[in-house]
């Protein structure tokens, strides 16, 4: 059995306090400084940690504004392209117009002096033909510049009766 000795247990709690005490003196200050140093470096990373997402936030509201101000200057640009695009096409339609108006006057003044022309040929043709027609009544010639003078006041009443 199990024999309590008093000078056995005194020696034990002895030798357990020096122990103690040498641990204490020579392991615990080292393992607590060593503690101690790994609890600065884990603080040290968190808070490096720590100021890099902070960081990280601001980049990530810098970068949101500066997209936000990209979509608003593309979308001026677009409008800005999108009224310059309009300002042309009108420009382009007014030039449009007013060519067709030039070759509407041009072809209406070509049609006028083609009639003219017509009229003046057609007019000299009518007259060539009545002193022909009158010659062969009268027969004779009728040649001369009094002839034609009659035959041109004749067809310049017959115009001005249309």
């Given amino acids: 059995m199990l024999e309590f000795n008093p000078f056995t247990i005194v020696i034990t709690i002895v030798n357990l306090l020096i122990l103690y005490a040498f641990f204490r003196k020579f392991l615990f200050g080292r393992i607590n ?72 006057a041009e072809a209406r003044a070509k049609i006028r002096s083609e009639r003219e022309a017509m009229l003046r040929s057609a007019k000299q043709e009518v007259a060539a033909l009545a002193l022909l027609a009158a010659s062969k009544v009268a027969q004779r010639s009728m040649d001369d510049d009094d002839d034609r003078a009659l035959v041109d006041s004749f067809l310049a009443e017959v115009g001005e009766m249309k």
């Fill in 33 to 104: 400084a060593v503690m101690e140093e790994r609890k600065a470096i884990i603080q040290k990373d968190l808070d490096e940690a720590e100021a890099e997402n902070s960081r990280a936030r601001q980049l990530q509201s810098e970068y949101e504004e500066k997209l936000s101000s990209v979509d608003q200057t593309a979308a001026q640009i677009l409008a800005d392209a999108k009224e310059r695009a309009d300002r042309a096409y009108e420009g382009r339609i007014a030039q449009a117009e007013q060519d067709a108006d030039m070759l509407t």
